[in-house]
């Protein structure tokens, strides 16, 4: 999904699940944002071969958040985190700032383990679940929904839940949601139709 901000053309997706290879994604972007699930499970050598292609597509920025699919990040994470090549920022309860733009992640994989507090300011808030109320089919995080709506970022980029996947919700009060996730319509194109 495609975000113009401060000067900036970005693409956020999610939930390519091993698919990322169909994944159209245009060439003239600045900011590349994956929101979680590029593999199907605990797989190292698709993550690797996910980094790879990741790599290989033009942005000056690259920001990964690991999903529930991306299992490694669970179940060893100091191994998960030597697998993320140079080139790609790691996000995982952390922030940054690059040319005036402001992102910060949680692991909500998809859920959090209590509540959480928010910094103001945030301009992209990545995680992999979705907050309770907001294009998550009643699947999302409440303890997310309520820091969100303390803090109100300006945008909310998460996935998991496919069948919302590639909507948009802009809230009155500030917060715009967009679910990215393309699993959906990855499985449903053929490898020919997707970028390389």
């Given at each position: ?30 900011i590349?944002i ?43 994470p ?5 697998l ?8 995982e ?25 928010l910094?103001?300011g ?14 998550d ?18 945008y ?10 590639l ?16 699993f ?13």
């Amino acid at each position: 999904m495609l975000i113009n901000s401060k000067g900036h053309k970005i693409f956020a997706f999610a939930d390519p699940q091993g698919l990322y290879r169909r994944l159209q994604v245009p060439g003239d972007v600045d900011i590349l944002i994956c929101a979680g699930d590029a593999c199907e499970g605990f797989a190292p050598g698709e993550l690797r071969d996910f980094f790879a292609w990741y790599i290989s597509i033009p942005a000056k920025l690259r920001i990964f958040v690991a999903g529930n699919h991306d299992m490694v990040f669970d179940q060893q994470p100091e191994y998960a985190r030597s697998l993320v090549p140079d080139g790609v920022m790691l996000l995982e309860n952390d922030g940054l700032e690059f040319d005036g733009i402001s992102f910060h992640s949680v692991a909500a994989r998809p859920y959090l383990d209590g509540a959480i507090t928010l910094p103001d300011g945030i301009d992209f808030l990545i995680t992999h679940g979705p907050a309770y109320g907001h294009l998550d089919r009643g699947e999302g995080d409440r303890n997310l929904y309520l820091a969100i709506a303390k803090a109100r970022p300006k945008y909310h980029i998460f996935g998991h839940v496919h069948e919302e996947g590639l909507k948009r919700e802009a809230m009155l009060w500030g917060t715009t949601y967009l679910n990215v996730a393309y699993f959906n319509s990855l499985r449903y194109c053929s490898p020919s139709e997707g970028s390389s």
